[in-house]
């Protein structure tokens, strides 16, 4: 019984991967924001035509009052869903209104039923189709809004259809019979639509996740690339506070040329790999490390970073100072680098660009002056 309990729980109910559950849960209620309007206006304007076709016998709380509730919820739910529209959808608004529509829609869903089954009950075997038919239109229509949220979704049949779809299985009455058939079917090929939907939506994310991530990521390294550094740079700038302190360090790589010459490009790119772990072990969380291209690499170092506290470029010259050895053969290579603090060296990306290459060449003049036997480590503040 686990066993079966367990496959159905990760047939209907899969788990959403950690990397996109934000992402899954935004596009869930953005979903909902769109389709519900609509549906709570539907479910305003049956309101009239709901008690005008409850039977006579019928208690008023439920023959009248009902409708008149499920009239009030929808007007309010249409209300609130257009002074909304246009906020921003944050993970925890998502989660918020997700919970909402299931639990909304599940009790209204009950008072729908319950409004059937009692006037199904209550009036002429003739007319039973007719109750059939509004609670299963009502159903399938909620149902197809709140698609995105499975728990909703089988909720809100089970609730409006499950009860009515007994009665007409039970009726004794031939076509009763067929049509409540049909509607089961129809219900059971709608869940497994939801379901199927889920696990293409999460296929969908996870890919458009994917691609961001290769549009972002140096695909050699896997550090940032150098549309990745830009953007996290103009964000920090656009963060920066009047008391506010970051700095960027550009890196170039002295006698890389050589060993691809001499070793080969395929070794070339494994030292390239290295050096991108040892600037990450070296920055940690704290700063952003990209490739710029080739053999250039950049260091966004965060407002507030303890790095910041420490001579940036020793502090990556030393990370980067210990021999290479790289499939097996003894590799030197050497490091220059140029920083730029904000705001001391410039307020805008470009400034500080220019003041950290200046820098950087400025190092790289002094290496070359250095005896050919020193390994070529430079910098400029």
Known sequence: MTGVSHWLRTRIFPAVPDAIRDDFTILRANRIETLTPMLFLML???????IYAGVDSVHPVIRIGFPVILAIVGILGFLVLVKNRGRRMSPRRARSMIVEASWISGITGAMCSLWTVTN???????????????????SLATAYCLSSIRFATFLNLGVGLAPVSFLMLTSGNPPEIAAGTSLVIATLFLLRMVVQQHGQVIDLLQLQRQMRELAHTDPLTGLANRREFDMRLDEEIVAAGPNSHFAIALLDLDGFKPVNDQHGHAIGDLLLCEIAERLRGAC???AVVARQGGDEFAILVHAG??????SLADHILAALAAPYRIGGRPISVGASIGTANWPEHGTTARKLFEVADAALYAAKAVDRDLPSSVESIGQMA
């Open 44 to 50: 305003a304007a049956t309101t009239p035509t709901a």
């Open 120 to 138: 199904w009950l209550a009036a002429p075997p003739a007319t039973h189709s007719y109750y059939a038919m509004i609670m299963a239109m009502g």
């Open 284 to 286: 940690g969380d704290h």
């Open 305 to 310: 970073s303890p790095l910041l506290a420490t």
